[in-house]
């Protein structure tokens, strides 16, 4: 063995790093936070200096070097708990906790599956396949971290709903509605209206409109009892087709708005040959909610940023570190701060352009969290007048002249069916509190866990591989 292989092996670095422990994680995750919120001081900068160019001279690294380019050879040479930095390219494995957040992306892509290779050279790169395949390992490489489901990545924003409001990151929603609102609303401004949109719903290949109207025209046909049952899995395919996706009709499955029947015939033969363009992805963010500026409230409630604000105020922050604000100019902009001052107006005053996340991040701030605005909630007053409108019409079929339409009792039975429904949503929705949003700064604190689409139902057996492939030749995910 090696005088390097030793080393490594005193520094506790076995020749291939397995994953860490969630006890490793947790106290990686530790450190990192008390390194930003407090800094190097000065004795224990050198000590780390000397230290460093002693371990980087046994490495094999030159020692006549900054603290900054050491750390950076150090980084490359030993990986580090929640992933190693590479001196050469800045790619860096996903860090994770053990408690992440829960939530859901949704975009009009189909994520590339990614891997993180370390080349012979030492240096770290990230390799794109395709969606759902992973790129070759190119000789002489070790893969680092495999992505099979592919990464959200700063370079692509732009490419999808593309507001960024609530500051320049990556965007994610605790609630499933808003991850799907999110890829809805990006298939709606390039669909060009409503009826293009819904166009994209297929199951089978025929688009949901037309399988809508082909079992709604049998079923008036039908002996109310036998018109009943069909009337039911129009229901579903009524939500399928205003929510877009199982997930949602599954979600309200839940609340047992529908009976089994019609559920069991909607898992065995609409879900598995349902398909759309866009994509709604589960992930877990690797953040502490506390760690997140909160965009409302003020900045006394998260102790890093009033400690960053009060820094800025006084003019004692590097103007490096904040896009060459200088420290007249910090306590000119921000001397108006104080204790009530929100995350909203902060990140104003820091320039509420791209640069503004990175001075955060370099701070210890890894993103914004936010609540839910009311035009992506469940609003109760929407809720309430679909509900005012279906009784509406549920009287207008128990009119004497209605009542003659050989139809009638069919219509005030799928009604009344609509209305007990939403009377169950609003009540829901009444009962539960509004949920976060999170804006994310750092690429590698996000993780994606689950996609729905074509390749979730051909992991499940549900379609063959001819199937999927076809799907996806006519642009379906």
């Excluded at 999808?160 to 609102?181: F, I, M, P, V």
Aim: avoid cysteine; hydrophobic fraction near 35%.
């Amino acid at each position: 063995m090696d005088d390097q292989s030793i080393l490594l092996q005193l520094l506790g670095v076995p020749p291939s790093t397995p994953s860490p422990t969630p006890e490793q994680m947790d106290a990686h995750e530790q450190f990192a936070r008390g390194y930003q919120a407090t800094g190097w001081r000065r004795p224990a900068r050198k000590t780390l200096e000397s230290v460093q160019d002693l371990l980087l001279g046994a490495l094999g690294f030159p020692t006549d070097t900054s603290l900054s380019k050491g750390a950076e050879l150090f980084s490359a040479a030993i990986p580090v708990v929640g992933g190693a930095k590479s001196a050469l390219t800045g790619a860096k494995a996903l860090t994770r906790i053990k408690n992440p957040i829960k939530a859901w992306h949704g975009t009009p892509h189909d994520y590339a599956a990614e891997r993180l290779i370390r080349r012979a050279d030492g240096s770290m790169e990230y390799l794109v396949g395709k969606p759902d395949v992973l790129p070759d390992v190119p000789p002489g490489a070790t893969v680092i971290e495999d992505y099979p489901l592919g990464r959200q990545r700063l370079d692509k924003i732009g490419t999808g709903e593309g507001a960024q409001a609530k500051g320049h990151g990556l965007y994610a929603a605790e609630a499933a509605d808003t991850g799907r609102s999110y890829r809805d609303s990006v298939g709606m401004s390039r669909g060009g209206g409503m009826r293009e949109y819904d166009a994209e719903l297929k199951i089978g290949g025929r688009r949901i409109e037309d399988v809508y109207s082909s079992m709604e025209r049998a079923a008036s046909r039908l002996p109310i009892e036998q018109a009943q049952r069909e009337y039911d899995k129009l229901q579903i395919l009524e939500d399928l087709g205003h929510e877009g996706d199982v997930l949602a009709v599954q979600e309200r499955a839940k609340l047992g708005l529908y009976s089994p029947e019609s559920l069991a015939w909607f898992e065995k033969h609409v879900a598995p040959k349902f398909t759309r363009k866009g994509r709604l992805y589960e992930v877990n963010l690797h953040v502490d909610p506390d760690e997140l500026l909160d965009w409302d409230a003020p900045l006394s409630q998260h102790k890093r940023a009033q400690a960053f604000a009060e820094d800025l105020k006084h003019g004692r922050v590097d103007p490096g570190d904040i896009g060459g604000f200088s420290r007249d100019d910090q306590r000119h902009v921000f001397r108006s701060m104080g204790p009530m001052t929100t995350g909203k107006r902060f990140y104003s005053l820091l320039g509420a352009d791209p640069s503004t996340s990175d001075v955060l991040r370099h701070a210890g701030i890894p993103g914004v969290k936010y609540f839910e605005g009311e035009f992506r909630s469940v609003d109760p007053d929407v809720v309430r007048k679909n509900l005012a409108a279906a009784r509406a019409q549920l009287a207008r079929w128990g009119t004497p002249e209605a009542t003659r339409h050989p139809n009638a009792a069919n219509q005030r039975e799928m009604f009344q069916k609509r209305i007990d429904g939403l009377e169950k949503t609003l009540a829901h929705a009444e009962a539960n509190p509004r949920t976060r949003n999170y804006v994310i700064f750092d690429e590698n604190r996000i993780e994606i866990v689950k996609k729905f689409g074509i390749a979730l139902a051909l992991g499940a057996g549900l379609i063959s591989q001819a199937e999927a492939e076809q799907l996806k030749a006519q642009g379906y995910q």
